[in-house]
């Protein structure tokens, strides 16, 4: 990533890779999704205000992540992102979540923690489970090769096909997994239903939707998020798929730059 740093946080089971780039007070963290890393955020971040603070980095058991141990659940998840803004000593950010990240997203404001002032959830996972056990397993196959995760970036990933050096990202990234958090998602996670604890969220919430997205589509988030998270309001961004980072990273990074500017300031 262009002008970001690479820092060590202490996580339980040992060092977390986090990527930096200081700024402005509130922070960005961004959380990317299952199958994702922090290279997925990556043509948003360059895209974005160049003043802004932002965190980067891949969930344990993924990437620069996947030496460290399990669980790999949602709730540990949610964990590690309060662990690295306590040592990172951010005292104001907004939670960028996408597709899974989004769900750990929403567990952590859940939680109301001291200097999260929003959520920015791309394309997220719902609350309330969308999909059924049945679905859940036959979608824990998706990454077990190249030739799978090819397969699910061109049925279902995406709306376009990626340029060559991102589609080799995403395959790449896909598969570079610890195979118990590859699998937490699936049959774990994704049907947790945490619509209890979403409803205690009291920040902003601004949802970005894609248009032709296969995973969590646009009238699947009505339905199952808008009216779990009090105050939620959702965009649709046109002409994408699941994988908008990737597909619309302009205007994606447009609408983050207006949610964080539009935040009430910092109470002192």
Same mark, same amino acid.
Not at 192 to 212: F, R, S
């Given at each position: 990533?262009?002008?970001?740093?690479?820092?060590?946080?202490?996580?339980?089971?040992?060092?977390?890779?986090?990527?930096?780039?200081?700024?402005?007070?509130?922070?960005?963290?961004?959380?990317?999704?299952?199958?994702?890393?922090?290279?997925?955020?990556?043509?948003?971040?360059?895209?974005?205000?160049?003043?802004?603070?932002?965190? /980067?980095?891949?969930?344990?058991?993924?990437?620069?992540?996947?030496?460290?141990?399990?669980?790999?659940?949602?709730?540990?998840?949610?964990?590690?992102?309060?662990?690295?803004?306590?040592?990172?000593?951010?005292?104001?950010?907004?939670?960028?979540?996408?597709?899974?990240?989004?769900?750990?997203?929403?567990?952590?404001? /859940?939680?109301?923690?001291?200097?999260?002032?929003?959520?920015?959830?791309?394309?997220?996972?719902?609350?309330?489970?969308?999909?059924?056990?049945?679905?859940?397993?036959?979608? /824990?196959?998706?990454?077990? /090769?190249?030739?799978?995760?090819?397969?699910?970036?061109?049925?279902?990933?995406?709306?376009?096909?990626?340029?060559?050096?991102?589609?080799?990202?995403?395959?790449?990234?896909?598969?570079?997994?610890?195979?118990?958090?590859?699998?937490?998602?699936?049959?774990?996670?994704?049907?947790?239903?945490?619509?209890?604890?979403?409803?205690?969220?009291?920040?902003?919430?601004?949802?970005?939707?894609?248009?032709?997205?296969?995973?969590?589509?646009?009238?699947?988030?009505?339905?199952?998020?808008?009216?779990?998270?009090?105050?939620?309001?959702?965009?649709?961004?046109?002409?994408?798929?699941?994988?908008?980072?990737?597909?619309?990273?302009?205007?994606?990074?447009?609408?983050?730059?207006?949610?964080?500017?539009?935040?009430?300031?910092?109470?002192?």
């Amino acid at each position: 990533m262009n002008q970001m740093d690479m820092r060590q946080v202490n996580v339980p089971g040992g060092p977390l890779p986090v990527w930096v780039r200081d700024g402005e007070p509130t922070a960005l963290v961004f959380l990317h999704y299952w199958g994702g890393s922090h290279r997925t955020f990556a043509p948003v971040i360059d895209r974005l205000d160049a003043g802004r603070t932002v965190v /980067s980095y891949d969930h344990r058991g993924w990437g620069a992540a996947r030496g460290l141990p399990g669980p790999y659940g949602i709730g540990r998840l949610a964990d590690d992102v309060l662990d690295v803004v306590r040592e990172l000593g951010l005292g104001r950010y907004v939670l960028v979540g996408h597709s899974m990240g989004g769900k750990v997203a929403q567990l952590v404001a /859940s939680r109301r923690p001291d200097g999260l002032a929003g959520l920015v959830l791309v394309a997220p996972a719902p609350p309330r489970p969308a999909v059924d056990a049945q679905a859940a397993d036959a979608l /824990s196959h998706a990454y077990d /090769s190249r030739a799978t995760v090819g397969d699910a970036l061109q049925h279902v990933l995406t709306h376009r096909p990626l340029p060559a050096d991102l589609r080799e990202q995403v395959l790449a990234d896909s598969l570079a997994a610890d195979d118990d958090a590859r699998l937490a998602w699936p049959l774990h996670g994704i049907t947790e239903d945490i619509a209890a604890a979403a409803a205690a969220i009291d920040v902003p919430v601004h949802i970005l939707a894609g248009e032709h997205d296969r995973v969590d589509p646009p009238a699947s988030l009505e339905a199952d998020l808008l009216p779990v998270v009090p105050g939620a309001r959702m965009t649709v961004i046109e002409g994408t798929g699941h994988l908008s980072p990737l597909e619309a990273p302009a205007r994606l990074a447009t609408e983050i730059d207006r949610f964080a500017a539009a935040l009430a300031p910092a109470r002192t």
